[in-house]
Structure formats: C-alpha cells, structure tokens
C-alpha cells in the first residue's frame, strides 16, 4: 500500500493496521472530517490525541506535537529515513509496541513529559543505527525488550522520580555503551549482569537516594 485516502464518514483505527507497509508515503484526508489531521508527516487522531501513523517517506528530524498521549503501534515502523525524534509533548504517556521497529537510520530520541510514562515491548527493536537515548518522566516503565536489537547504543541519559529497576536483558546487549546517567529521588535497582557486556563502558553516573547492586554488574567492563 502506498496511499491511503481517509473520508469524512471515517471514525477509528485498530492498532497494528499499519504493520509493513513501507511504501505508505501518501495520505489525505477529507477537508471535512473532525477527527483526524495530516501534518509534518504525521497522522494525528485529535480526539485521542494518539501519533496513528507517519508516512513512510518522513526524513530528518521528527518533533511530535504538543499535547500528544500516546505513539501508537507501528506507527513509525520501518520510517527508514528519520534520524532523530524529539518529543514536545509533555502529556505524552506511552510509546507502544514496535512503534519505531526497523527504524534502521535513527541515531537520537528524546522523550520528556510530566506524565508517568510506559516504553512498551520491542517499541524500537531493530533500529540498529540508534547511538543516543534520553527518557524524563515522574515514573518511566521498561519493557524487557524495547530496544531489542539496537546494538549501537553509546550513551544514555534516565531521569525521573520514583523508583527505576534496570534489568539485565534491557541493558545486557549494549555492547557499544560508552556513558549512562541514571537521575531519581527514589530507589535504584541494578539487577545481575546488568552492564555485564559493555566493554566499551567509560562513565556510570547514578544520582539517587538509595541503589541496590547484583552481582557482576560490570563484570567485562574496562573503565
């Protein structure tokens, strides 16, 4: 599919409607329909206030609108030309399942928002060209797998309030990490073999009020 028509009559998308479809460079919609816009490349639901979809052909550098709830799946999926996004959205709360998935130029994303905040499962696997990642919010959760396969990842900033939990199949794979900052007022866990693979690794700073260590944590780490 590489165009896609939305009418006035139109009322909703079902998540995952856009998986592979990465000749999707083409949308319009009708002048008169209420609850949809196309701008920037992006395909807004304004009364969810949801990213449904991107165009396939977007490039460069992607700012997600103001008031933003959620990113929804797919919705970037094999956007190949996107290098970095940027989120003005303070509202946002969720970027979902395979959101960014083969996303394969992305190199920086940064997310900042007073919402408590859910990264979801493989919502940016396979963006293997991935280097900078950076995630403020008063409560950020982590799926297991959200950067599955993003072997690049050199240097990672977290901030956010409540208690954060680092497992070690989240960061285990970080082969080219080289500098991690990890900011909260509350409670940090570092779970077992956690950096165990970053040979790279130069600098860890963790800033929090109390930090609990498993074994091996650095284990083939050299700084």
Same mark, same amino acid.
């Given at each position: 599919m590489s165009k896609l028509s939305i009418s006035a009559s139109f009322e909703n998308f079902d998540d995952g409607w856009c998986k592979n479809v990465p000749n999707l460079n083409q949308i319009e919609v009708d002048s008169n329909i209420?609850?949809?816009?196309?701008?920037?490349?992006?395909?807004?639901?304004?009364?969810?206030?949801?990213?449904?979809?991107?165009?396939?052909d977007l490039i460069?550098?992607?700012?997600?609108?103001s008031q933003i709830k959620r990113i929804c799946p797919y919705s970037f999926d094999q956007c190949t030309k996107i290098k970095s996004v940027n989120c003005q959205s303070t509202e946002l709360e969720a970027i979902d399942t395979l959101s960014f998935n083969k996303s394969i130029e992305l190199e920086k994303i940064a997310?900042?928002?007073?919402?408590?905040m859910k990264i979801n499962q493989l919502c940016f696997s396979n963006c293997s060209n991935l280097k900078s990642?950076?995630?403020?919010?008063?409560?950020?959760?982590?799926?297991d797998v959200a950067f599955d396969s993003c072997l690049s990842i050199s240097n990672v900033k977290i901030s956010c309030k409540n208690n954060i939990s680092v497992?070690?199949?989240l960061l285990n794979d970080y082969i080219s990490l080289k500098y991690i900052k990890i900011s909260t007022k509350s409670n940090l866990y570092l779970t077992e073999d956690c950096f165990?693979?970053?040979?790279?690794?130069?600098?860890? &700073?963790?800033?929090? +009020? !109390? &930090?609990?260590?498993? +074994? !091996?944590?650095?284990?083939?780490?050299?700084?």
């Open positions: 209420k609850n949809f816009i196309y701008n920037n490349g992006l395909l807004i639901d304004k009364n969810k206030n949801e990213i449904v979809v991107a165009g396939r460069g550098i992607v700012k997600t609108p997310f900042q928002t007073s919402k408590n990642i950076f995630f403020m919010s008063p409560k950020l959760s982590f799926n497992f070690s199949y165990s693979n970053a040979t790279k690794l130069e600098v860890a &700073i963790f800033e929090t +009020k !109390n &930090i609990n260590f498993e +074994k !091996n944590l650095f284990e083939k780490c050299t700084m």
